[in-house]
C-alpha cells in the first residue's frame, strides 16, 4: 500500500520574495518582479529585460559560508530555499549531529536542476583570442591556452546541473538517494512526483526537493532570442508577460530557487511535524514529437493530466483549479487549453486556470516548483492567484484564467502542470490536509 505523502515545509527565493509570504503577498497583489537586465549588458539583445533576483545573499540563510563559497547563482538560490523549508520542517541543518531525530541515510534530495552559469567572461576571451579573422576559423590552440590560462577550477565545477543538489547534501547531511533531472521548464514539478514516489515505495522517510536554475547571461538569452520564444517589449517590460492574452509575444525569463520538504504521513506525524498539504498524484508523459514543440493537440499534457488524477484516485471533476504552465508564447497557451479540455472534458469550462509567470517571469528549472508553493499558499488562503496581464483575452482560449485580480475559493484539490521544452509534461495533484 502507498504512504501517504505530505508537504512540511516550503523555501523560496524568486524576483517577487526572497521568503514564501513575501512571494505570496506579492503574487496576490500583481506586484512584478520584471525589470531592465542587469546581470550582463542586454543593450543590443532583441530581449532588454528579465526577471532578476536581486539584492540576494545566501549567507543570510547560511552560517558554514566556507563550504559553499564558490555556490553559482542557482546552487546558492536553493541554498536560501532550503533553509527556510528545513526551518520550517523542523529539519536541523548545519551541525555535524543533528538533534531532529532524522535519520539522514533516509533522508534524500531530488532537485529538478538547471546548468550554473558559464563563466562568461573567460570563455569570451577564449573565443576571441582563437578566431582568426582573416582565415575566418578557430585556432583552437589559442583557444585552449587562453581558456586554461583563465580556468578557475571552482567556477567550472559550478556549471554543473548537480550541483545545487550536492551542496544541498553538504547543508542538510541528507545520505539518502540524492538525485538531480534536468527535463527543460518541467524539471522541478518531475523532481517532487518522483520524489514522491521514492518515498511512497519506502526509500526515503524524507525528501527534500523543488529545483533552481539561472539563464539570465548572454548565452541563455541568445538561445531563447533565436528561437523567438522572448517577449521583445522592451519598451514596458512589467506588462510584457500576458498569458493566455491575444497579444502575448513570448515569456520573460526569469531566476530562482524553490525548495519543498516532502516526507510520509506516518513519519511526520511520528516526530510531531505539520503537514502543510498532501500530494496526492503525478502524471508524467513525453510528446515524442519536436526537439522545440508542443504537439499541436496537447496529447502529451492531457496525458500527463489523466496519470496525475489517476494516481490520485479522484474524479476530474474533483480539482477545483489549475496552476498552469502558462508561458505567455503563442504555442504554449494555445496547447495548454487544449490539453486542459481534452484531459477535463466539460468540467474544463469550471475549473479556475492562472500562471504565474506574468510578475514572477518564467523560472525554468525552478519555475514547477515555486507554483507548486503557490499551489499549496492557495490551498492555505483559499485564494486564487491571477493571472495578471490578461486585458485581451485571445477568443480562442475560452477558459477561466481568473484576470487580473485573486478569487477566494473554498479549495480542496489543485493541479500543478509543467510542461517543457521537447515534449516533457508533469502534473500534480494537491489537497488541502485533513488528517
Known amino acids: 500500500m502507498n504512504k501517504r505523502v505530505v508537504i512540511?515545509?516550503?523555501?523560496?527565493?524568486?524576483?517577487?520574495?526572497?521568503?514564501?509570504?513575501?512571494?505570496w503577498k506579492n503574487l496576490l497583489e500583481g506586484n512584478s518582479g520584471v525589470a531592465k537586465t542587469t546581470l550582463f549588458d542586454a543593450q543590443t539583445f532583441p530581449t532588454q529585460f528579465?526577471?532578476?533576483?536581486k539584492d540576494y545573499d545566501f549567507k543570510k540563510f547560511v552560517t558554514d559560508h566556507k563550504s559553499h563559497q564558490y555556490a553559482g547563482r542557482n546552487s546558492a538560490f536553493s541554498l536560501g530555499a532550503a533553509a527556510q523549508a528545513c526551518k520550517q520542517a523542523g529539519i536541523d541543518v548545519e551541525t555535524k549531529t543533528p538533534s531532529d531525530g532524522i535519520n539522514r541515510k533516509r533522508m534524500g534530495i531530488y532537485l529538478g536542476a538547471g546548468e550554473g552559469s558559464l563563466d562568461n567572461l573567460s570563455f569570451f576571451a577564449a573565443v576571441v583570442s582563437g578566431w582568426q579573422n582573416?582565415?575566418?576559423?578557430?585556432?583552437?590552440?589559442k583557444w585552449a591556452q587562453v581558456a586554461l590560462s583563465q580556468m578557475f577550477a571552482p567556477t567550472e565545477l559550478?556549471?554543473?546541473?548537480?550541483?545545487?543538489?550536492?551542496?544541498?547534501?553538504?547543508?542538510t547531511q541528507a545520505r539518502g538517494p540524492v538525485r538531480s533531472c534536468l527535463t527543460a521548464c518541467a524539471a522541478s514539478t518531475q523532481a517532487?512526483?518522483?520524489?514522491?514516489?521514492?518515498?511512497?515505495?519506502?526509500?526515503?522517510?524524507?525528501?527534500?526537493?523543488?529545483?533552481?536554475?539561472s539563464m539570465i547571461h548572454p548565452l541563455g538569452i541568445t538561445g531563447f532570442n533565436r528561437l523567438t520564444a522572448l517577449s521583445t517589449r522592451n519598451e514596458s517590460p512589467t506588462t510584457a508577460s500576458r498569458p493566455f492574452t491575444a497579444t502575448r509575444d513570448g515569456f520573460v525569463i526569469g531566476e530562482?530557487?524553490?525548495?519543498?520538504?516532502?516526507?510520509?504521513?506516518?513519519?511526520?506525524?511520528?516526530?510531531?511535524?505539520?503537514?502543510?498539504?498532501?500530494?496526492?498524484?503525478?502524471?508524467?508523459?513525453?510528446?515524442?514529437?519536436?526537439?522545440?514543440?508542443?504537439?499541436?493537440?496537447?496529447?502529451?499534457g492531457a496525458a500527463a493530466i489523466r496519470a496525475a488524477i489517476k494516481d490520485a484516485g479522484i474524479d476530474p471533476t474533483q480539482v477545483q483549479y489549475v496552476n498552469a504552465h502558462g508561458t505567455s508564447t503563442g504555442e504554449n497557451d494555445l496547447i495548454e487549453t487544449r490539453a486542459i479540455k481534452a484531459a477535463f472534458g466539460d468540467h474544463a469550462k469550471k475549473l479556475c486556470v492562472s500562471s504565474s509567470k506574468a510578475v514572477m517571469g518564467h523560472l525554468i528549472g525552478a519555475a514547477g516548483a515555486t507554483e507548486t508553493i503557490a499551489c499549496v499558499m492557495a490551498l492555505r488562503d483559499g485564494i486564487i492567484p491571477p493571472t495578471m496581464n490578461l486585458n485581451d483575452p485571445d477568443p480562442e482560449l475560452d477558459l477561466d484564467y481568473v484576470a487580473n485580480k485573486p478569487r477566494k475559493a473554498d479549495l480542496k484539490i489543485v493541479m500543478k502542470e509543467s510542461f517543457g521544452f521537447g515534449g516533457q509534461n508533469n502534473a500534480l495533484v494537491l489537497k488541502k490536509f485533513e488528517e
Not at 291 to 300: A, Q
Request: proline share 4%.
Open 256 to 300: 530562482g530557487g524553490a525548495i519543498l520538504i516532502i516526507e510520509s504521513l506516518e513519519h511526520a506525524q511520528k516526530r510531531g511535524a505539520k503537514p502543510l498539504a498532501e500530494i496526492l498524484g503525478y502524471g508524467s508523459t513525453a510528446d515524442a514529437f519536436r526537439v522545440t514543440d508542443m504537439h499541436e493537440d496537447g496529447r502529451g
Open 50 to 53: 528579465c526577471a532578476e533576483v
Open 134 to 141: 582573416q582565415s575566418q576559423s578557430m585556432d583552437w590552440q
Open 192 to 213: 517532487i512526483g518522483e520524489a514522491t514516489m521514492l518515498i511512497r515505495r519506502g526509500d526515503a522517510d524524507v525528501m527534500i526537493t523543488g529545483g533552481a536554475h
Open 8 to 23: 512540511t515545509g516550503i523555501g523560496v527565493i524568486c524576483p517577487i520574495g526572497h521568503d514564501v509570504e513575501t512571494m
Open 158 to 171: 559550478e556549471q554543473e546541473p548537480n550541483m545545487p543538489a550536492a551542496h544541498l547534501a553538504v547543508f
